[in-house]
């Protein structure tokens, strides 16, 4: 009777491994980032990793604005738009155009941009 007992536990611990391994996933990312200077507007285009390569992974992009540690006046990030956002070039790449509306003379800001791949496992 142990010993029934103990292969059950093997093929319980083997399908929980098993299931584990087939429900995992790999994140992959790319990062870009420039300098707006009040009153311009910029483009900043990043690659997807693994762009196309595989039918079951799932895109998708960031952006985050935040303040330059510089001279002058210290910006407002409410007034920076965001102009455009989303993917370009057939889907291997995620753009976005923004705005800075603050008075010349305040300090830029940066403009990050993330672009991420899931991939589920196993590749399909």
Do not use: W
């Amino acid at each position: 009777m142990r010993a029934h007992t103990f292969i059950t536990v093997i093929v319980v611990a083997l399908v929980a491994c098993a299931t584990a391994f087939a429900a995992s996933s790999l994140t992959k990312s790319s990062h870009a980032s420039k300098k707006i200077a009040a009153g311009q507007a910029v483009t900043v285009t990043v690659g997807y990793p693994d762009a196309l390569e595989y039918g079951n992974a799932v895109y998708s992009g960031a952006v985050r604005v935040s303040a330059v540690k510089q001279r002058g006046r210290a910006p407002k990030l409410a007034k920076v738009r965001i102009l455009s956002r989303g993917s370009v070039l057939g889907g291997s790449a995620y753009q976005v155009r923004a705005r800075n509306d603050n008075a010349h003379g305040t300090a830029p800001v940066r403009l990050e941009v993330t672009a991420t791949t899931v991939e589920p496992l196993p590749h399909s």
